[in-house]
């Protein structure tokens, strides 16, 4: 009965807290930092506003587990990379899947880069800390792929940069682009055209011979 009735706890506080998360996202992004409030989460969450306090501590902490949140999701493709992986199937993958991530999650990604643009006010310590150590334990093993003749020696941080930058200009500036090619919103195809030009661009610009992804835009 014990184990049941823990897992049952269990469950119940992770539908909570997904249900607060997906709340605040939405309301973060429609009114930022400051325009936002424990209530409007907890009346978009449909929860008392003391639960928000009870599962996130306060609004800055569950600001900054969203902001954590996007870039944990974004960067989970690298983060079991070896020295032995393929570089093609790994940077293929990760442009693939911060392009289907970007659309998936826009109001998340939006507020991550409103963050950034307005100095990272709450993300300092996370950039400078634990993000820093995260790009160069990636950035060691894509120099072992040059050094292992895989790929031409690049800087792999400024190549971490490049996808995260590239993929991200399709969900800051989707108006724009979609409003050129005439398109109310950018389509399945689209996107697989723009994976598969980045691809092809960032790719063969590190010397790495391209291979099909694993990725699918349909079903990731």
Not at 106 to 129: M, T, V
Not at 172 to 200: C, K, M, N, P, W
Request: charged share 20%; hydrophobic share 45%.
């Amino acid at each position: 009965m014990t184990a049941v009735s823990v897992s049952h706890e269990g469950s119940s506080r992770e539908k909570i807290e997904a249900s607060i998360l997906t709340a605040a996202e939405l309301v973060f992004s429609q009114h930022g930092y400051r325009g936002a409030s424990l209530q409007i989460i907890a009346d978009r969450a449909s929860l008392p506003k003391a639960n928000i306090l009870y599962y996130m501590g306060s609004k800055q902490a569950l600001y900054v587990r969203l902001l954590n949140r996007m870039m944990c999701r974004w960067n989970e493709v690298l983060e079991d990379i070896t020295p032995e992986s393929d570089p093609a199937t790994v940077l293929s993958d990760f442009i693939r899947t911060k392009m289907v991530l970007g659309q998936r999650y826009p109001e998340g990604s939006k507020l991550f880069a409103a963050e950034i643009l307005a100095g990272a006010p709450f993300l300092n310590d996370y950039l400078a800390g634990e993000l820093r150590e995260w790009v160069t334990s990636r950035a060691a093993i894509i120099s072992q792929w040059s050094a292992r003749g895989k790929m031409d020696d690049v800087d792999p941080r400024w190549l971490i940069f490049l996808i995260w930058s590239s993929t991200q200009h399709y969900t800051e500036y989707s108006v724009q682009v979609s409003g050129i090619l005439g398109r109310d919103a950018l389509t399945e195809s689209d996107l697989a055209s723009i994976s598969a030009f980045l691809e092809h661009v960032i790719l063969k610009g590190c010397g790495v011979i391209q291979a099909s992804s694993g990725v699918s835009l349909a079903e990731t």
